[in-house]
């Protein structure tokens, strides 16, 4: 098969080899050309690499450089996009903890006002009147009075007006005796 060399500058091609010239006595062989199969259809590795290496062809080198870089170029593209759409997110989750830590300082603040305000002596004779009238607790030691605001049975002379009847106990009881027995007793009495 006869070489050809290509002259980019000069834009024609030459020959280094001059054309044969036809035999006349030979019987010129007859080639059938290959059947062509369609774009697209499935022919085994063989046509994918012929299909790959035509549209190598076409693109040009220019395309080998031009493919890969506009698929980095989209690949660096979606994570940009990627990486906003997160940044966003985080955002409004700071926002939403911003409000939150603000609403909770507003709190402390209020509770801390309050906490100016009390006076801890006074809050003290609040537990201990409380405690004292309403539960009839006492110090260790103390003695306790309870007063039952019952009219009693029978009364001698008329001029004495019904009283309260004063029970005396103290704030230590014998170690013998129950708890729910003692409140029976001072509940329903002996």
């Given at each position: 098969?006869?070489?050809?060399?290509?002259?980019?500058?000069?834009?024609?091609?030459?020959?280094?080899?001059?054309?044969?010239?036809?035999?006349?006595?030979?019987?010129?062989?007859?080639?059938?050309?290959?059947?062509?199969?369609?774009?697209?259809?499935?022919?085994?590795?063989?046509?994918?690499?012929?299909?790959?290496?035509?549209?190598?062809?076409?693109?040009?080198?220019?395309?080998?450089?031009?493919?890969?870089?506009?698929?980095?170029?989209?690949?660096?593209?979606?994570?940009?996009?990627?990486?906003?759409?997160?940044?966003?997110?985080?955002?409004?989750q700071v926002a939403a903890q911003q409000a939150s830590l603000e609403a909770?300082?507003?709190?402390?603040?209020?509770?801390?006002?309050?906490?100016?305000?009390?006076?801890?002596?006074?809050?003290?004779?609040?537990?201990?009147?409380?405690?004292?009238?309403?539960?009839?607790?006492?110090?260790?030691?103390?003695?306790?009075?309870?007063?039952?605001?019952?009219?009693?049975?029978?009364?001698?002379?008329?001029?004495?007006?019904?009283?309260?009847?004063?029970?005396?106990?103290?704030?230590?009881?014998?170690?013998?005796?129950?708890?729910?027995?003692?409140?029976?007793?001072?509940?329903?009495?002996?």
């Open positions: 098969m006869p070489e050809r060399t290509i002259h980019r500058a000069q834009g024609a091609t030459k020959t280094n080899a001059a054309p044969q010239p036809a035999r006349r006595g030979a019987v010129a062989a007859i080639r059938k050309p290959a059947p062509r199969r369609p774009l697209g259809a499935p022919s085994g590795s063989r046509a994918s690499l012929e299909q790959g290496f035509l549209w190598l062809l076409a693109i040009g080198r220019r395309g080998i450089v031009v493919v890969p870089a506009v698929a980095v170029l989209i690949i660096f593209t979606a994570g940009v996009f990627e990486q906003r759409w997160k940044e966003q997110q985080i955002q409004a909770a300082q507003a709190r402390n603040a209020q509770l801390q006002g309050q906490l100016a305000e009390s006076d801890p002596a006074a809050y003290r004779a609040w537990v201990e009147d409380t405690a004292r009238r309403q539960l009839n607790l006492g110090y260790a030691g103390e003695t306790i009075f309870l007063v039952s605001w019952t009219a009693p049975a029978t009364s001698a002379t008329a001029s004495t007006a019904p009283g309260p009847a004063v029970a005396s106990t103290t704030a230590t009881q014998p170690q013998g005796e129950a708890h729910w027995r003692q409140w029976l007793r001072l509940i329903f009495g002996d």
